[in-house]
DNA sequence: CATGCAATGATTGTCAACAATCAAACTCTT
DNA sequence: AAGAGTTTGATTGTTGACAATCATTGCATG
């Protein structure tokens, strides 16, 4: 029947509500309530949850309840510093072993970004700037680094949600993606490096600075 | 009464015996007895296994049951990528921000290196070398790379384990530890990062190289 | 009027019984 | 004797009920 857990669906579609902030940062989850909302028992869903727990978007008082995390400015930078770590050795193992699937698929995530910003589409490229560091880190064939870039993903979208597609830059944050496929593809390991940190940099500049606009949403 | 909740209290005296291979790669957890070991139900140890499987740890084959993973060479290889992104993060990370206290701590975890080679102890060497990665991560003050390296470090015990304490040329694996202070302790970035990327390089070498050896228990 | 205390309601934490599924042993047939 | 089908045992997956804990409300008191 299930070719897959429950424990593992419920715990997806938990992540989905929490990065779409339809379970709000701070909001307590109410078993009752949750277990009712997916249709399965509190015993499955307790699992999914302890499983986000242990991702860290969860966070666990006891005999209290669980919480959705809330984010900091602390915290929104140390994700974008894991992120580098993650993505700085994914996008250096693939200018190293010079996979050219991985060009090909990185391209074309690039193509997507460049075509919704013509079209003036903030979600679609929005999409596209998340598909491309999903293939980046895909294609380094790495499952731990996979792993952890899964969750930083959803804590980074949680944030990005907050904004509503308001992008700073956009023209800036398409360039950058184009030039570290660019670093890649010379493998020119130390450039991708330095491009993927300066991404990075940046992208929690303009992050932290869109924040400043909308005031106060986290 | 808990300060913490039991799935997690339980979640850890799983973790401790996957490392220290009570729990044998390939086998399967008996949620049954291994209730009774723990002296709780099936319902909170369900939900410590879950986090368990959230990390990579366990394997899940649904209507089958858990399995504790086995890691063949690539996953080690992958388990070593990991590590140096993470590690390599938080050397940098302290070497930019020139932390006194971390210093302090990174030098005492290698002066128990060295003590425990000239005493001969491999297992107080093994402690102290672990001890060493903890503190360099810990200090770093990231959170999220302090959580991926948890279960990056369980994995490497548990090859570590397999061993029991053949450390392969134990005078150039102190010696490599605290070439790595030095260089942060000269705040040179580049220089840090590239000792611990050698660091992760040759401890790799020597573990496959001691597993040829031993001969086959992965 | 503020404060401490007790009762109450709701929520989480835990458990044991039930249903579903799978692997292995056994039997029957060819 | 070999193989397919069936039965059986054991394990996981799920559920609903029970116990424990905490926050809130109302009340009595200084």
């Known amino acids: 029947m299930h070719r897959e ?70 915290d929104i930078r140390d994700i974008y510093v894991a992120r580098a770590a993650v993505e700085g050795a994914a996008a250096t193992m693939i200018a190293k072993a010079r996979i050219p699937a991985a060009l090909r698929e990185l391209r074309a995530a690039c193509d997507a970004m460049s075509k919704s910003l013509e079209l003036g589409d903030p979600a679609k490229l929005s999409d596209a700037d998340f598909r491309f560091h999903d293939v980046l ?28 597609g308001t992008y700073q830059q956009p023209l800036e944050l398409v360039e950058e993606h184009i030039q570290i496929v660019d670093a890649i593809e010379a493998g020119d390991v130390k450039l991708t490096l330095k491009r993927v940190e300066l991404h990075m940099d940046e992208a929690l500049r303009r992050l932290i600075h869109a924040e400043d606009n909308d005031e106060g949403y986290v």
């Open 137 to 164: 880190v895909q294609c380094s064939g790495s499952r731990r680094l996979a792993r952890m870039h899964q969750t930083l993903i959803v804590e980074t979208r949680m944030c990005l949600t907050a904004l509503e």
């Open 5 to 74: 857990s429950t424990a593992s669906v419920i715990a997806r579609q938990l992540r989905t509500a929490i990065m779409e902030r339809t379970l709000q940062p701070g909001a307590q989850l109410s078993e009752t309530a949750l277990s009712a909302q997916f249709g399965v028992s509190r015993g499955p869903l307790r699992e999914a949850m302890q499983r986000l727990v242990q991702e860290g978007l969860l966070r666990s008082e006891p005999n209290r309840g669980l919480f959705v995390i809330e984010l900091d400015e602390a």
